[in-house]
């Protein structure tokens, strides 16, 4: 298999790319210098679908991760990116399916687990969204963001308190985050404890200071296409 990522580092390094001045690869070009215009193999597929996701061009993203699929409806790491890019166009349902296909290949993969509880949270499936974000975190019990994902779901389904101490450790993980400080002072003042929500509310207003304060914690994921792409930390190294 050949491996993409290390073709646009070495691409950085050399200033081997199309956009000298900015010292950012063409990421698709890149791509297509290494599997070719038409690629074949779902292998190659995947790693082109894996360049237009990168680049932010979703829509385009979709046709060779879907033909990758086509080819090998076991390969976990096409399904994967599939998963992001349908989330990225808000097309929550297939994404759905496609992150439980991913778990029926790997089930103890977290990153699908997280995944899965976002497009859950975006149809407003709160309990199995809950389910999947505390599978995630009993994996990979670090994630800042799964702790906060956690966090709105109990929020969304009146579990004040849960809501709470899931906030509370998004804030551990990722104190210069606003919107973790923002979810915990929503939840103490929910359960009607104002004072103890004045300080992370402070935090949450110094971190984020343009901002007004809404009503509730931000969305789980954007329904528009996102630009550039935002989910780009989250594409995974899986098998198959």
């Known amino acids: 298999m050949r491996t993409l990522a290390l073709v646009l580092s070495l691409a950085l390094l050399t200033g081997c790319t199309d956009s000298p001045t900015s010292q950012v690869p063409d990421e698709v070009a890149v791509a297509k210098t290494v599997v070719g215009e038409n690629p074949q193999s779902a292998d190659d597929l995947t790693d082109m679908g894996f360049a237009y996701l990168k680049a932010g061009r979703i829509e385009e993203a979709l046709e060779p991760l879907q033909k990758a699929v086509e080819m090998e409806p076991k390969s976990a790491r096409a399904l994967f990116q599939l998963g992001l890019a349908y989330g990225a166009l808000g097309r929550h349902k297939e994404k759905m399916e496609t992150y439980r296909n ?136 899986v098998s198959g």
Request: hydrophobic share 35%.
């Open 102 to 237: 991913v778990l029926r290949l790997q089930p103890g993969f977290a990153p699908a687990h997280l995944k899965l509880g976002q497009a859950l949270a975006a149809e407003e499936h709160h309990q199995e969204a809950i389910h999947h974000y505390q599978t995630a975190l009993k994996l990979a019990p670090r994630n800042a963001d799964g702790h906060y994902y956690l966090g709105m779901s109990f929020f969304l389904s009146n579990r004040h308190k849960e809501a709470v101490e899931a906030f509370k450790q998004a804030t551990r993980l990722a104190p210069e985050n606003g919107k973790t400080w923002h979810g915990l002072a929503l939840a103490y003042m929910e359960l009607g404890r104002y004072q103890e929500a004045l300080v992370p509310l402070k935090k949450a207003l110094k971190l984020n200071p343009r901002n007004s304060v809404p009503t509730g914690p931000t969305p789980p994921e954007p329904r528009e296409i996102p630009q550039p792409y935002q989910e780009r930390g989250q594409f995974a190294q």
